[in-house]
């Protein structure tokens, strides 16, 4: 049997088998538009390009309003181009007027993502922001459905730190099991900030500046660079130490550069990079 398309045209006559049965199994996303109408030609090629980015986890049903307006009519459709979100026979959202790439994307995200993935996607977007109480409200959210989920209290607690509320970071710590993954990340991180109170970024960079095998002084610039995000500059100077003198501090390039390469990304190409030359350099 061929594979149902995963982008179509639909009537009222296939409307009950392409759409309404269609939806019990996928998403179904309706969009009545027409090329008459600039923004709603707009929609629909953004949309047909997300239905190939998504490949099959949500189906396009596409009703031109032009050739044939009763469906549009019996859905009371008001303009064009409008939106309505089927899913398991029942019309479970809509959307009306011109719609972008970005908040297309939303809608399809959170149609088609779990649970889990789609607080990750959340949360992940008010970070990149560094919208810090954006990321905790997603938090404080997920964690009133499941308030024993450690992996959330992690994610709080790293949060908390990015903020500067290290005594609260410290409180939801210990209600975190030592064995729960990830859980030294933000322990790591709170460490990293306490240590970096103390110390004068800008001193620390004339210092390095004016001499550059001044070890004291470039951990101190890498600390100061890790709490403020700048990774990769933090590593560098980690490595700068390593180069200079492995046995300083107690081998405190490498250890330092293992507790910084904690706190980014497992996908992170700096990290890997800089993995990777710490690994040259070690063998």
């Known amino acids: 049997m061929d594979a149902k398309p995963v982008v179509f045209e639909v009537e009222i006559p296939s409307f009950q ?35 190939s980015q998504y490949q099959g986890k949500f189906a396009l049903a596409l009703s031109d309003v032009a050739k044939d307006p009763q469906l549009a009519q019996q859905l009371r459709v008001q303009g064009i181009p409008s939106i309505r979100v089927v899913v398991d026979g029942q019309i479970a959202n809509q959307m009306e007027g011109p719609q972008g790439e970005g908040p297309l994307r939303e809608l399809i995200d959170s149609l088609t993502m ?95 500046e004016t001499d550059g095998g001044d070890l004291d002084a470039r951990y101190e610039l890498a600390v100061s660079h890790a709490v403020a995000g700048q990774y990769q500059d933090a590593l560098e100077q980690c490595m700068a130490i390593l180069r200079s003198d492995r046995d300083f501090r107690d081998d405190i390039g490498r250890t330092t550069m293992i507790r910084i390469m904690a706190l980014m990304a497992k996908n992170s190409e700096v990290s890997q990079k800089y993995r990777r030359l710490m690994f040259a350099f070690m063998h």
């Open 17 to 51: 088998s392409d759409v309404v049965e269609r939806s019990k199994d996928v998403p179904v996303i309706l969009l009545f538009w027409t090329d008459q109408v600039a923004p709603a030609a707009d929609t629909k090629r953004h949309l047909e390009t997300l239905a």
């Open 114 to 208: 779990s649970g889990s993935d789609l607080l990750k996607a959340q949360l992940e977007q008010h970070l990149q922001a560094q919208d810090w109480d954006g990321a905790i409200s997603v938090l404080k959210q997920a964690l009133s459905d499941e308030p024993n989920n450690a992996a959330f209290k992690v994610e709080w607690a790293d949060v908390l730190v990015l903020k500067g509320e290290m005594d609260e970071a410290q409180k939801v710590l210990e209600t975190i099991p030592e064995d729960t993954p990830e859980r030294g990340r933000p322990e790591t991180r709170l460490a990293l900030f306490a240590e970096a109170a103390s110390i004068d970024a800008r001193d620390a960079l004339s210092r390095v």
